[in-house]
T-cell receptor
Framework: AQSVTQLDSQVPVFEEAPVELRCNYS??????LFWYVQYPNQGLQLLLK??????LVKGINGFEAEFNKSQTSFHLRKPSVHISDTAEYFC???????????????FGKGTKLSVIP | NAGVTQTPKFQVLKTGQSMTLQCAQD?????MYWYRQDPGMGLRLIYY???????DKGEVPNGYNVSRLNKREFSLRLESAAPSQTSVYFC????????????????FGPGTRLLVL
């Protein structure tokens, strides 16, 4: 099974500053990668996903992520954060489980982004 | 269009009590999922269902049972609650005919916060 590592559990950043949230996954022949966001007291919602094609993926709210196969990374970036970006961000990989005969999402442990006014 | 709804929002149980968490979606999705979220652990899959009448175990199924009542509803039952089941429970759904299909987007409910004393 895949593993997903989010290298920072908490990231404080000043408003209007850039931010990068790091995500690494264990190697596989092919991977499908996701970033989900969880605002306080809410469920998760999809920010963006990489399936194939261009390695730079654009998502909602001005976020983008770059798939780097050689470094097995899928880091999330935003050039200028807003207070409303304060949330927890989860990286996830679609992983085939042979025992179950299906693909399942494996989530990282999350990164809490705190935007400081 | 309410998306994915969950009831109750909060629940406090004593050890040994039972309860059922309800989940419904109005997006005509085929697959549904139950996750638990614990601090610093990300989301872990408990059970999933690819279609009405079928259910499969995820990563952490022990102590839980599920029922896919119809296409809309997927319930999670704790027969004898334990303190280790204190968590936030999320239901999700996706359009995929094959649960966990590559690239699918999962849509999450707002969660149920459960405390077992």
């Amino acid at each position: 099974a895949q593993s997903v590592t989010q290298l920072d559990s908490q990231v404080p950043v000043f408003e209007e500053a850039p931010v990068e949230l790091r995500c690494n996954y264990s190697s596989s022949v092919s991977v499908y990668l996701f970033w989900y966001v969880q605002y306080p007291n809410q469920g998760l919602q999809l920010l963006l996903k990489y399936l194939s094609g261009s390695t730079l993926v654009k998502g909602i709210n001005g976020f983008e992520a770059e798939f780097n196969k050689s470094q097995t990374s899928f880091h999330l970036r935003k050039p200028s954060v807003h207070i409303s970006d304060t949330a927890e961000y989860f990286c996830a990989v679609s992983d085939y489980r042979s025992g179950a005969g299906s693909y399942q999402l494996t989530f990282g442990k999350g990164t809490k982004l705190s935007v400081i006014p | 269009n309410a998306g994915v709804t969950q009831t109750p929002k909060f629940q406090v149980l004593k050890t040994g009590q039972s309860m059922t968490l309800q989940c419904a979606q109005d997006m005509n999705h085929n697959s549904m999922y139950w996750y638990r979220q614990d601090p610093g652990m990300g989301l872990r899959l408990i059970y999933y269902s690819a279609s009405e009448g079928t259910t499969d175990k995820g990563e952490v199924p022990n102590g839980y049972n599920v029922s896919r009542l119809n296409k809309r509803e997927f319930s999670l039952r704790l027969e004898s609650a334990a303190p280790s089941q204190t968590s936030v429970y999320f239901c999700a759904s996706s359009e995929a005919l094959l649960a966990g299909a590559l690239g699918e987007t999962q849509y999450f409910g707002p969660g149920t916060r459960l405390l077992v004393l």
